[in-house]
């Protein structure tokens, strides 16, 4: 993968029109996410096959002369499990083959701007909390997944990242957390707070109940994070 990139995307087809067409549509609409990435184009499956180890995002035509897409797919998907491919097509006989081989979404040609957003927007929601955060239990570093992070509280010189089963430290600041973290996934309520909104057990007026630990949200914080937790609940839930 690209250095410093959240997810590497990537479009195939034999068509060399059609690769910088789809790739700059791709490119405009990622360009208004808060995702970092890297866009790689393909004219041959073969030559896809061989960067297939670090894309998490494809768009794949399936009717490709060297090779179909529907066999270049498989074939993807036994080099990297998590790929998430797209298929591109006019063909509706196409869609139970796709089936087969895990197809996430289809687009269909002629390519519509709306549903290629759509995709990637879905592609974006199965990607959150995917990217890892360091922290320390007992002087060992682990990655965690921001998905398993429950909160995190303000100590007086670290942070404590609290899992389910477990409570790490880093001496990253709460401000740097912040920064970090995804911010459609994470709200700081409090000073001494940052919660995954996706953990939230109850939310009452003045709080919220996490892993059955009540956390107060700052009074200054209230109307912003009720905003932001209706969105979460309405957009990603």
């Known amino acids: 993968m690209g250095q410093n990139v959240d997810f590497v995307a990537a479009v195939c087809d034999d068509e060399k029109s059609i690769v910088e067409m789809l790739s700059q549509t791709v490119d405009d609409i990622l360009k ?49 499990p998590d790929c998430t491919i797209i298929m591109a097509t006019g063909r509706e006989d196409c869609y139970k083959e796709a089936f087969k081989i895990q197809a996430f979404r289809f687009v269909t040609k002629p390519f519509d701007r709306n549903e290629i957003a759509e995709a990637i927007q879905a592609f974006l929601d199965s990607f959150r909390g995917e990217n890892t955060i360091e922290a320390y239990y007992n002087r060992k570093l682990y990655k965690i997944k921001e998905k398993n992070i429950l909160y995190i509280r303000a100590m007086d010189s670290y942070s404590e990242i609290v899992l389910s089963n477990q409570v790490l430290r880093t001496n990253e600041s709460m401000a740097n957390l912040e920064n970090i973290l995804d911010p459609s996934l994470f709200y700081r309520i409090h000073k001494q707070y940052i919660i995954n909104m996706s953990a939230i057990e109850k939310f009452c007026k003045g709080y919220v109940i996490i892993n059955d630990t009540k956390l107060d949200i700052s009074r200054r914080k209230k109307a912003e994070f009720e905003a932001k937790y209706l969105e979460y609940q309405m957009k990603f839930r």
């Open 32 to 80: 208004e996410t808060q995702k970092t990435y890297e866009i790689r184009c393909f004219c041959s499956g073969s030559e896809l096959l061989k960067q297939a180890s670090d894309i998490q995002l494809v768009f794949l035509d399936i009717e490709m002369p060297d090779c179909d897409g529907l066999t270049i797919g498989s074939k993807i998907h036994e080099i990297n």
